[in-house]
Nanobody
Framework: QVQLVESGGGLVQAGGSLRLSCTAS????????MGWFRQAPGKEREFVAA????????FYADSVKGRVTISRDSARNMVYLQMNSLKPEDTAVYYCAAKYRQVQRLPGDYDYWGQGTQVTVSS
Protein backbone atom coordinates (compact mmCIF):
# COMPACT_ATOMS: atom_id res chain seq x y z
CA GLN A 1 0.00 0.00 0.00
CA VAL A 2 1.05 3.53 -0.76
CA GLN A 3 -0.41 6.45 1.15
CA LEU A 4 -0.22 9.82 -0.59
CA VAL A 5 -0.77 13.21 1.01
CA GLU A 6 -0.86 16.43 -0.99
CA SER A 7 -0.06 19.86 0.37
CA GLY A 8 0.68 23.36 -0.84
CA GLY A 9 -2.68 24.36 -2.23
CA GLY A 10 -4.31 27.67 -1.45
CA LEU A 11 -5.72 30.91 -2.78
CA VAL A 12 -3.60 32.85 -5.24
CA GLN A 13 -4.20 35.71 -7.65
CA ALA A 14 -4.06 35.17 -11.38
CA GLY A 15 -0.47 35.25 -12.55
CA GLY A 16 0.80 33.89 -9.27
CA SER A 17 2.57 30.65 -8.43
CA LEU A 18 2.10 27.66 -6.18
CA ARG A 19 4.18 24.60 -5.47
CA LEU A 20 2.25 21.47 -4.64
CA SER A 21 3.92 18.62 -2.78
CA CYS A 22 2.98 14.98 -2.54
CA THR A 23 4.41 12.94 0.31
CA ALA A 24 4.32 9.17 0.15
CA SER A 25 4.47 6.62 2.92
CA UNK A 26 4.06 2.90 3.24
CA UNK A 27 6.23 2.00 0.30
CA UNK A 28 9.02 3.54 -1.72
CA UNK A 29 7.97 5.42 -4.84
CA UNK A 30 11.03 4.26 -6.73
CA UNK A 31 8.99 1.76 -8.77
CA UNK A 32 6.08 4.09 -9.41
CA UNK A 33 5.38 6.58 -12.11
CA MET A 34 3.66 9.61 -10.58
CA GLY A 35 0.93 11.84 -11.86
CA TRP A 36 -0.94 14.97 -10.94
CA PHE A 37 -4.60 15.32 -11.81
CA ARG A 38 -7.21 17.94 -11.08
CA GLN A 39 -10.95 18.12 -10.78
CA ALA A 40 -13.03 21.26 -10.95
CA PRO A 41 -16.62 21.39 -9.69
CA GLY A 42 -18.96 19.67 -12.12
CA LYS A 43 -16.12 18.38 -14.27
CA GLU A 44 -14.34 15.10 -14.66
CA ARG A 45 -10.92 14.49 -13.21
CA GLU A 46 -8.30 15.43 -15.77
CA PHE A 47 -4.64 14.76 -16.33
CA VAL A 48 -2.22 17.57 -15.53
CA ALA A 49 1.28 16.09 -15.52
CA ALA A 50 3.19 12.86 -15.03
CA UNK A 51 6.75 11.75 -14.45
CA UNK A 52 8.39 8.44 -15.18
CA UNK A 53 9.85 6.06 -12.61
CA UNK A 54 13.36 7.40 -13.00
CA UNK A 55 12.30 10.97 -13.49
CA UNK A 56 13.82 11.15 -16.94
CA UNK A 57 10.56 11.68 -18.78
CA UNK A 58 7.81 14.15 -18.07
CA PHE A 59 4.43 14.66 -19.68
CA TYR A 60 2.02 17.59 -19.54
CA ALA A 61 -1.49 18.42 -20.56
CA ASP A 62 -1.62 21.02 -23.31
CA SER A 63 -3.56 23.34 -21.02
CA VAL A 64 -0.64 23.64 -18.58
CA LYS A 65 2.39 23.07 -20.80
CA GLY A 66 4.98 25.78 -20.30
CA ARG A 67 3.47 26.86 -16.98
CA VAL A 68 3.83 23.72 -14.91
CA THR A 69 6.79 21.53 -13.94
CA ILE A 70 6.57 18.11 -12.33
CA SER A 71 9.56 16.74 -10.44
CA ARG A 72 10.34 14.01 -7.97
CA ASP A 73 12.74 13.31 -5.16
CA SER A 74 12.79 9.57 -4.82
CA ALA A 75 15.16 9.65 -1.85
CA ARG A 76 12.57 11.66 0.07
CA ASN A 77 9.60 9.83 -1.42
CA MET A 78 8.14 13.08 -2.68
CA VAL A 79 6.72 14.52 -5.88
CA TYR A 80 6.22 18.18 -6.68
CA LEU A 81 4.16 20.29 -9.04
CA GLN A 82 5.42 23.81 -9.61
CA MET A 83 2.69 25.95 -11.13
CA ASN A 84 3.39 29.40 -12.52
CA SER A 85 1.31 32.00 -14.35
CA LEU A 86 -1.81 30.57 -12.77
CA LYS A 87 -5.17 31.30 -14.36
CA PRO A 88 -8.68 31.22 -12.88
CA GLU A 89 -9.38 28.12 -14.99
CA ASP A 90 -6.68 26.30 -13.03
CA THR A 91 -8.98 26.36 -10.01
CA ALA A 92 -9.60 22.78 -8.93
CA VAL A 93 -8.78 20.12 -6.39
CA TYR A 94 -5.37 18.72 -7.31
CA TYR A 95 -4.59 15.06 -6.73
CA CYS A 96 -1.36 13.14 -6.62
CA ALA A 97 -1.44 9.57 -7.92
CA ALA A 98 0.94 6.62 -8.23
CA LYS A 99 1.07 4.06 -11.03
CA TYR A 100 3.26 0.98 -10.78
CA ARG A 101 6.02 1.13 -13.37
CA GLN A 102 4.47 2.79 -16.40
CA VAL A 103 3.35 6.39 -16.90
CA GLN A 104 -0.29 6.77 -17.86
CA ARG A 105 -2.58 9.72 -18.56
CA LEU A 106 -5.92 8.19 -17.61
CA PRO A 107 -7.05 8.44 -13.98
CA GLY A 108 -8.41 4.91 -14.05
CA ASP A 109 -4.96 3.50 -14.70
CA TYR A 110 -3.49 4.75 -11.43
CA ASP A 111 -3.13 2.53 -8.39
CA TYR A 112 -3.07 4.97 -5.47
CA TRP A 113 -4.50 8.42 -4.85
CA GLY A 114 -4.18 11.17 -2.32
CA GLN A 115 -7.08 13.11 -0.85
CA GLY A 116 -6.37 16.23 -2.87
CA THR A 117 -5.49 19.83 -2.16
CA GLN A 118 -7.60 22.81 -3.21
CA VAL A 119 -6.12 25.40 -5.56
CA THR A 120 -8.14 28.55 -6.09
CA VAL A 121 -7.01 31.24 -8.53
CA SER A 122 -8.78 34.58 -8.29
CA SER A 123 -9.08 36.92 -11.24
Amino acid sequence: QVQLVESGGGLVQAGGSLRLSCTASGRTLRNYAMGWFRQAPGKEREFVAAISVGGGSTFYADSVKGRVTISRDSARNMVYLQMNSLKPEDTAVYYCAAKYRQVQRLPGDYDYWGQGTQVTVSS
